[in-house]
């Protein structure tokens, strides 16, 4: 093989190995673009007597509603949406941690979970969701109680209004909301949180632990331990 040969030969194969490599980093960066881009931050927004905390890892964002649900919440939440619906999570979950509340707030994020595809559950660990929080755990796609070693539960009784002498007392109402529950929940499951709170005045509470939820199907399973939110403890 003359040299002219041999030369032809070096530069065919340098020509060959300069493509291969622009062809892969072609392909390399159209898979960055391409590529989901998720948020780590763990954004606060304070609320009056509570917390609502944003967070996420790349399959799940997290909402967590710490505290007594209000008027003010419902605010908060809002914005607590945006944030998370920015993100681009595939999942989407609600983490509630309440001792209760005013009914109407809660419906109004119930709602807004219902409509935007929202999973509900309660912080791992001691998470608890008494009197109008559950009303927000039922209007989960997906209703989760945690998994593992963990004293999780939900409390029901009938709403509390204010009487002519500005004290609290108990409305007895507890029909207003059923309606609701039965919008959110199937239709035996619904029977039996109604029933709940119908029997239980609003000084009392009525605990149903995971074994009731789920075979009532007030819960639909398990959470196992895929939660890592950064805030939880």
């Known amino acids: 093989m003359d040299w002219s040969t041999k030369f032809s030969v070096r530069f065919h194969s340098v ?40 967070s996420n890892n790349e399959k799940e964002c997290w ?20 944030d998370a619906e920015s993100r681009g999570c595939p999942e989407k979950w609600v983490i509630l941690d309440s001792n209760g509340g005013q009914l109407r707030p809660a419906r109004i994020i119930a709602n807004t979970i219902r409509s935007r595809d929202y999973n509900t559950t309660l912080r791992k660990q001691g998470g608890i ?51 609701f529950v039965e919008s959110m929940l199937p239709s035996k499951a619904a029977y039996i949180f109604y029933d709940a709170i119908a029997k239980t005045d609003c000084w009392k509470m009525y605990y149903m632990y995971p074994s009731e939820l789920i075979s009532s199907g007030i819960a639909t399973g398990i959470r196992g331990d895929k939660i890592n939110s950064q805030s939880f403890t």
Request: with cysteine; proline share 4%; glycine share 10%.
């Open 129 to 179: 969701c008494n009197s109008v929080c559950p009303f927000v755990f039922i209007s989960g796609n997906r209703r989760e109680i945690p998994g593992g070693w963990t004293n999780a539960k939900i409390g029901l009784n009938q709403p509390k209004k204010k009487g002519p002498d500005g004290k609290w007392i108990c409305s007895g109402r507890y029909e207003v909301s059923k309606e």
């Open 63 to 82: 909402i967590e509603i710490i505290g007594y649900i209000t008027d003010d919440t419902t605010r908060a939440f809002w914005i607590a949406v945006q």
């Open 15 to 54: 020509f060959l190995i300069i493509a291969l490599l622009l062809l892969y980093g072609c392909a390399h960066q159209i898979r960055l673009q391409n590529a989901k881009s998720y948020s780590y931050e763990v954004n606060r927004y304070g609320i009056k007597n509570g917390d609502i905390v944003v």
